[in-house]
């Protein structure tokens, strides 16, 4: 079955403590993304990676990193959290040049 | 530059009722347009998709057109059942393949 997992489903952490949201596809996509969801709009993409070793920043990548060192792995990096990241959290694949995303199942992330 | 403005909800309904959630979008070019639906908790699935102009894409009783004149791409179903409570969102394909999100619209239908 095709899967875009991605761990953990929630997280309450501190300001300033550093954190990672895995994210792992089994379907052998080239493309990966991550996105935000916030209450009125909607999601806005953080960053992508086109290819293994291949990543550029969204919209609004300011506070993340992220990395692709094999393809089926893009890792969310967030090395010193903020209240103002408290966010729901996706992780996405495309599926070809017309067919959208995938999208995994969500990261609720609470920064206090 | 591109995006999507979908109606404000919540839309209430009551069960059985005809639905229309609206969609424009702004782009250079004829993009891929989607609908997306997110149930309570989950994630997001892909509802339908239409690839060009004139296009209709259908699932699970919702269709949308693809209108080029308009540039619109409304969401709408004949029959809604309660099932059908979720936020929708509409989206568009950019020519660099990121995908361009409305705002969500949350829909509610009572028995």
């Known amino acids: 079955e095709a899967q875009v997992t991605q761990n953990p489903r929630y997280l309450i952490t501190v300001t300033g403590k550093k954190l990672t949201v895995t994210c792992s596809q089994n379907?052998?996509?080239?493309?990966m993304s991550w996105y935000r969801q916030d209450p009125g709009l909607g999601l806005r993409q953080i960053y992508y990676?086109?290819?293994?070793?291949?990543?550029d920043k969204g919209d609004v990548p300011e506070g993340y990193k992220v990395s692709r060192k094999e393809k089926r792995n893009f890792p969310l990096i967030l090395e010193s959290p903020s209240p103002n990241q408290t966010s729901l959290y996706f992780c996405?694949?495309?599926?070809?040049?017309?067919?959208?995303?995938?999208f995994g199942s969500g990261t609720r992330l609470t920064v206090v | 530059g591109n995006s999507v403005t979908q109606m404000e909800g919540p839309v209430t309904l009551s069960e059985e009722a005809f639905l229309t959630i609206n969609c424009t979008y702004t782009?250079?070019?004829?993009?891929?347009l989607f609908w997306y639906v997110q149930y309570p908790g989950e994630g997001l699935q892909l509802l339908l998709k239409?690839?060009?102009?004139?296009d209709k894409g259908s699932n699970k009783g919702f269709e949308a057109t693809y209108r080029k004149e308009t540039t619109s791409f409304h969401l709408e179903k004949g029959s809604v059942q309660v099932s059908d409570s979720a936020v929708y969102f509409c989206a568009l394909l950019d020519s660099s393949y990121k995908l361009i999100f409305g705002s969500g619209t949350r829909l509610l239908v009572r028995p």
């Open positions: 990676s086109m290819n293994v070793e291949v990543t």
């Open positions: 239409a690839t060009k102009a004139d």
């Open positions: 379907m052998n996509h080239e493309y």
């Open positions: 996405a694949t495309r599926v070809g040049t017309d067919y959208g995303y995938t």
């Open positions: 782009a250079t070019g004829y993009p891929s």
